[in-house]
């Protein structure tokens, strides 16, 4: 199976000698959809920010669809989705001008959007059901419908890769639910390769292939059926320390 | 009013100002910078203190002073591993500083300095609003061309950074445009004044926009009002007309967050 990510004996801190990650090897083929759990301050979050080329690994390589991810040439196929914190300004965006957002790689910097990409816009925003809020402020929806909409901006650059950062945070548990329900839809029908980072992957377990465990280094990586009873709570994993 | 120069020409003046700054003010509203205006607008003090020591026109040493400040405020925080308020902060006093050393060598801590810092837009010649103009609509074109990008960098900076959109160049674009802003309003409001009209023509449009695109166009209309409703008050009731265009702008911001209070209800 022709990779999408592949870390390859990958380390990395922040502070010289201190690792937050250490001998990481990581491989995700095209068209898989993987959850990538552990807890807060493990390195997932450094994992998927080398992973995308926005940090340079101290040891090992990362690679993105065969090149060497922080010199990606296809940028434009990448979603990504950020922690709910950081996104968003002050503004009333409405849900159509977010997803609209999701086209300014692709869709070129200048100018207004194209009908094209005014299509591919709505199309979006259809996957993720919000068709009759197209026009709503994004601040004024619920915890999922904002997810759902940063998604469907995620979308719209029809990506080779979508990345989710801890997309569940601060969604209430029906919500969440059908967040994983619609990633699942979303990788079978146009079969995306989705990574889905969280501190918790309880929503997630049902739909994903595989699971890997992350702690400064990969402690589990397989199908979420094989992983240890006791590591279904989370905390087991800061218990170890 | 009308029937004299200094009032066309300031009113001229106050046109360019009054949609420039909170077109630039809305992308650094957007991204929680409000008060980079404010630290660019004192390096631009140091820029004006540089030109009365060098007899050298000060509103073009500001503009010199404040593109820098600002181009070093943008590096600082996305580069030199420095938080967004420090990096301001840094800036802000160095700047200062800079300007009251160099006025003191100047010896011109007089009426030239204070129509600096408080605004002197009723002394605007025919060649400074040529200057404003010229400047302000290469700037308004540049936002017009580049509003997208900017939009949606304020939505999700990071996603955009990562499929590829320039964010940095962005970044100082916004920082360069901010600065120039600065250097062309200090005529109007003056540095103390500065950020005001780059600040609460936003925030008063946020409160009562339905889109992104509407805030940005309310934004604007509140700034040009605010502009030409304050000069007409200085005329006729006597008053700074800095002082009283921001004094404006600040009631739009009330009016503005009452009728949301109104509408929530």
Do not use: C
């Not at chain 2, 077109?23 to 540089?50: E, T, W, Y």
């Not at chain 2, 801590?109 to 010229?134: K, M």
């Not at chain 2, 540095?191 to 309310?218: C, D, E, K, Q, Y």
């Amino acid at each position: 199976m022709p990779l999408a990510v592949e870390l390859d004996r990958l380390s990395f801190g922040y502070r010289l000698g201190q690792h937050v990650l250490e001998d990481v090897n990581l491989r995700i083929g095209q068209g898989e959809f993987v959850a990538i759990a552990g807890p807060n301050g493990g390195g997932k979050t450094t994992l998927l920010r080398i992973a995308l080329g926005l940090e340079r690994p101290s040891e090992g390589k990362a690679l993105l669809f065969g090149e060497p991810a922080h010199r990606f040439s296809r940028r434009r196929t990448l979603g990504y989705l950020a922690q709910r914190s950081e996104l968003g300004g002050d503004a009333p965006a409405t849900v159509r001008e977010v997803v609209s957002a999701g086209r300014l790689a692709a869709g070129g910097l200048l100018g207004p959007l194209r009908r094209r990409d005014r299509e591919l816009v709505s199309e979006a925003i259809e996957r993720v059901g919000l068709e009759d809020r197209a026009d709503t402020p994004v601040r004024t929806l619920s915890g999922g419908m904002q997810q759902r909409a940063f998604i469907a901006k995620a979308l719209a650059a029809e990506p080779a890769l979508l990345v989710l950062d801890e997309p569940t945070t601060g969604v209430d548990a029906e919500s969440q639910e059908s967040l994983a329900a619609l990633l699942d839809r979303l990788h079978s029908d146009l079969g995306v390769t989705v990574l889905y980072v969280s501190h918790e992957f309880g929503a997630v377990e049902g739909f994903v292939e595989r699971l890997v465990l992350v702690r400064r280094s990969v402690l589990f990586d397989g199908p979420p059926g094989d992983l240890p009873g006791l590591w279904h709570d989370p905390s087991h994993v800061h218990a170890r320390d | 009013m009308l029937e004299t120069e200094f009032m066309r020409l300031a009113l001229g003046a106050g046109v360019v100002i009054g949609l420039l700054a909170p077109a630039v003010g809305f992308f650094l509203v957007q991204r929680r910078q409000s008060l980079v205006g404010d630290g660019i607008g004192h390096v631009a003090f140091s820029g004006v203190a540089a030109g009365l020591l060098l007899d050298v026109s000060p509103v073009l040493t500001a503009l010199v002073a404040a593109v820098l400040g600002g181009v070093a405020i943008e590096l600082l925080r996305s580069r030199g591993g420095t938080a967004g308020d420090q990096a301001l902060a840094l800036v802000f006093y160095t700047g200062i500083a800079l300007g009251v050393v160099l006025v003191s060598s100047a010896g011109a801590l007089n009426v030239d300095l204070f129509q600096y810092l408080f605004g002197s837009i009723l002394t605007v010649t025919r060649t400074d609003l040529a200057v404003i103009a010229t400047l302000g609509a290469v700037g308004l074109a540049t936002i017009g061309l580049l509003y997208r990008p900017l939009a949606g960098a304020t939505v999700d900076e990071e996603g955009a950074r990562v499929a590829g959109v320039p964010i940095g160049a962005l970044n100082v674009t916004v920082a360069s445009l901010a600065a120039v802003t600065v250097a062309l309003s200090m005529r109007v409001v003056g540095i103390l004044l500065v950020a005001a009209l780059m600040v609460l023509p936003v925030s008063a449009a946020t409160r009562i926009a339905w889109s992104m695109r509407s805030a940005f166009g309310l934004s604007m209309a509140i700034g040009l009002g605010s502009a030409l409703a304050g000069l007409s008050i200085a005329y006729y009731a006597d008053l700074p007309p800095g002082g009283a265009i921001v004094l404006v702008a600040s009631a739009g911001f009330v009016v503005a967050l009452v009728a949301s209070w109104l509408r929530g209800r």
